[in-house]
């Protein structure tokens, strides 16, 4: 079936680097993707969103990029802090005309040495 | 923290059992959202309801149902419990302006352990 998924599940990265989180998707209809991040124990925190009208979007230290031919999403982290470490989830708006639900990628856990 | 409160942070229970869990959205926020996530399944829709009418349904086992109140908080039952409903239950809330591509805005969570 059609699913949401991550190239990688654990990304290490030292600090004052820059991260890039990958995730690809399966729908074609998709238009709306949003990454998440999820610190241990606690819920899904939103961190950025783009629709499908768009390539590219900014945010602080974070950038969201979109590549509909290959169906591919990547999340950028500029300048990466300890306080980055978690697990990032990208997840794909499948809403319908009576609704929204979210199907959510494996995750990515980003380790960040000091 | 998001605005979205979702009580009890931790239930430990036995199979077979009934329990409910509750979620107050964002103020304003008209839809509510369930999610499951465990480690085999990750982090699964299970329902939604907006301004208190069922509006989605996803992998919501027949065992598990969901109301939302005219104050628009939410419960989410679940009964006859298994060991393999030992997961953690998010809520999440949105706007609810109609529109697809509403952010969800997650609570931090029920951790439910059936023994």
């Known amino acids: 079936g059609e699913s949401v998924g991550l190239h990688l599940p654990t990304l290490s990265v030292q600090e004052g680097d820059n991260s890039i989180i990958n995730c690809a998707y399966s729908?074609?209809?998709?238009?709306?993707f949003i990454w998440y991040k999820q610190e241990s124990g606690k819920g899904p925190q939103f961190i950025i969103d783009?629709?499908?009208?768009?390539d590219k979007r900014q945010g602080q230290r974070v950038t969201v990029l979109l590549n509909k031919t290959v169906k591919h999403l990547s999340l950028q982290i500029a300048a990466t802090q300890p306080g980055d470490s978690a697990v990032y989830f990208c997840?794909?708006?499948?809403?319908?005309?009576?609704?929204?639900?979210?199907?959510f990628g494996g995750g990515t856990r980003l380790m960040v040495k000091p | 923290d998001s605005g979205v409160t979702q009580t009890p942070k931790h239930l430990i229970t036995a199979t077979g059992q009934r329990v409910t869990l509750r979620c107050s959205p964002r103020?304003?926020?008209?839809?509510v959202y369930w999610y499951q996530q465990s480690l085999d399944q990750g982090l699964q829709f299970l329902i939604q309801?907006?301004?208190?009418?069922?509006?989605a349904k996803g992998n919501i086992l027949e065992r598990f149902s969901a109301q939302q109140f005219p104050d628009l908080h939410s419960e989410l039952n679940l009964s006859s419990l298994e060991l393999g409903d030992s997961a953690l239950y998010f809520c999440?809330?949105?706007?609810?302006?109609?529109?697809?591509?509403?952010?969800?805005?997650f609570g931090p969570g029920t951790r439910l352990l059936v023994l």
């Open positions: 783009i629709r499908s009208n768009m």
């Open positions: 997840a794909e708006n499948r809403g319908n005309n009576a609704g929204n639900m979210l199907t």
């Open positions: 729908n074609s209809a998709s238009d709306y």
């Open positions: 103020s304003g926020d008209l839809s």
């Open positions: 999440a809330s949105s706007v609810g302006t109609g529109l697809r591509q509403e952010t969800q805005y």
């Open positions: 309801y907006y301004n208190g009418e069922e509006r």
